[in-house]
């Protein structure tokens, strides 16, 4: 049996070519952007697996705790129904190497064009890393009242495991 983490080891280039060719990122909206801003465009790869654009206003760590802030928009002319949150440790320097993850799902709708606050209290022994790195990312879990794929990396069964854990 593979350790958890292994599984993830492959799927982060995947996560990131996602991101990176959706334009989506955890980055602060341009200013003056309130409103109708959205990403430039969404790759069909990433409309696929209904990825969805976050931005982080806040993080903080107590060296064991992250506490991220922030907001998810849903940039799709259909609603959202559900959100796959998936955050990665990163290890530093090494592409590709994830040293820990952390799953959770908000029970939210989100309507065309609009967004929803992020408040995520994560726990890991990763947070006090000078040199430590992570990603976020989220996914639709319905679009339009159509189920979306599991992004990559989530297995059958997170959906209750991330539930659990909130």
């Avoid at 958890?4 to 990122?25: C, H, I, N």
Wanted: hydrophobic content about 40%; proline content about 8%.
């Amino acid at each position: 049996m593979r350790h958890k983490l292994m599984t993830w080891r492959p799927v982060v280039s995947v996560l990131v070519a996602l991101v990176a060719a959706g334009d989506l990122s955890c980055a602060t909206p341009p200013a003056g952007t309130v409103g109708p801003y959205r990403p430039v465009e969404i790759s069909a790869e990433a409309r696929e697996v209904g990825a969805l654009p976050v931005f982080i206003t806040d993080q903080t760590t107590d060296g064991r705790n992250v506490k991220l802030r922030g907001k998810i928009r849903n940039p799709y002319p259909e609603s959202i129904l559900g959100v796959r949150l998936v955050y990665l440790d990163l290890a530093p320097g090494a592409e590709g190497r994830v040293l820990g993850h952390a799953l959770r799902i908000l029970d939210l709708e989100v309507g065309s064009g609009q967004e929803t606050p992020l408040r995520w209290d994560i726990q890991t022994m990763y947070a006090g890393s000078s040199a430590g790195r992570f990603g976020l990312m989220a996914f639709a879990i319905k679009r339009g009242g159509q189920d979306l794929p599991l992004p990559p990396g989530w297995e059958e069964g997170d959906d209750e495991k991330a539930r659990a854990s909130q």
